[in-house]
């Protein structure tokens, strides 16, 4: 994973994005899957070996420079702490990253702990549409999360879930998707 630094650029510019850097890096033969914007962050999906990563990022520097790259892998880790992270990476907009922790989170839990974390892990997901201008989805997808968040009120490892809830449903009313941080 590529994290460039976004300076100009919305979800509305990710289909193109994704097309200038697999122009700027085809003569590499590498795999740029996929990308997402955020405020913050151009984020790549990339299958390269390590030691052309150097080379890629490169290529890519006319989108923008460099804030980090990552390899990901399953890190294992307990419940809490796979909670924590999915927030930490929510709340900077690396909302991939944070459906891929809780994951872990949520097949260690079982019953409305389970629904809850499914909800969440819902509401990130719904956020990578939207970072890829596919607000329809990211729409649909946060319908399937209020149902999963249920009823669950209070705080949960330090989400407030009412303010979760309400977020959501603002957003449904209106529309129109945008970031926040829980």
């Known amino acids: 994973m590529i994290h460039l630094k976004n300076s100009k650029y919305s979800p509305s510019h990710a289909h193109d994005l994704l097309v200038r850097a697999r122009e700027l890096s085809s003569i590499m033969r590498i795999t740029v899957r996929d990308m997402r914007v955020s405020s913050r ?6 299958s390269i070996p390590k030691d052309r990563l150097e080379q890629l990022i490169k290529k890519l520097e006319p989108i923008g420079p460099l804030d980090h790259a990552k390899h990901v892998i399953d890190e294992p880790m307990d419940k809490e702490e796979a909670i ?16 891929e922790v809780l994951e872990g989170a949520w ?8 629904e809850l974390i499914q909800g969440i892990i819902l509401v990130a997901a719904a956020f ?12 649909s997808i946060f319908n399937r999360a209020l149902e ?35």
């Open 148 to 182: 999963k968040i249920g009823n669950a009120t209070g705080k949960y490892q330090k989400i407030d879930v009412d303010a979760l809830r309400n977020k959501v449903s603002s957003i449904l009313r209106s529309g129109a998707p945008e970031s926040f941080t829980i």
């Open 41 to 46: 962050y151009l984020e790549f999906d990339v």
């Open 128 to 139: 990578v549409h939207y970072q890829k201008n596919e607000n329809e989805i990211c729409l």
């Open 84 to 99: 924590e992270k999915g927030r930490y990476y929510f709340n900077y907009e690396r909302f991939w990253e944070s459906h």
């Open 107 to 114: 097949k260690k839990s079982q019953g409305k702990e389970k």
